[in-house]
């Protein structure tokens, strides 16, 4: 199974990621996120963050941990490829995030958005998100 893809769109950045279960969708559209942002990294030093979300639901639990993790992306110019979850709930996550410093960043993510926003369970058991990003 591929970890995410991106879709095709006018302005902005779509991604739709996948996961055998919800951490695992979480952890792929991280990676999905870190990657586009084409960062150009600064020492193989891993650096570590603590995160607590609190949530609506599921689908706002997604887009309330990408934009904490871009905040403390571009605050800390760091970028994180790895969370480890020590509590995740359909509403609530808390966990570390694993990164490394970088020298910047190839593309520019402003904001992680609710439009066309869609978390679900496939037939075939695979959870799928799609997130758009704006550039």
């Known amino acids: 199974m591929k970890k995410y893809e991106t ?10 990621a996948f996961g055998k279960d919800k951490k695992e969708l979480f952890l792929n559209m991280l990676l999905a996120m870190a990657e586009s942002q084409k960062p150009e990294i600064k020492s193989d030093k891993k650096i570590k963050r603590e995160v607590k979300i609190k949530s609506i639901d599921l689908a706002a639990l997604l887009v309330d941990f990408l934009n904490e993790v871009l905040y403390l992306s571009q605050v800390n110019k760091e970028v994180y ?4 979850f020590k509590k995740f709930k359909d509403n609530e996550l808390e966990g570390e995030l694993i990164g490394r410093k970088v020298d910047g960043f190839g593309e520019d993510i402003k904001a992680v958005t609710f439009h066309d926003l869609e978390v679900k369970q496939t037939e ?4 799928e998100g799609t997130v758009l990003f704006d550039i």
């Open 7 to 16: 879709l095709g769109h006018k302005a902005d950045l779509k991604i739709r």
């Open 81 to 84: 490829l790895d969370f480890k």
């Open 124 to 127: 075939n058991k695979i959870w």
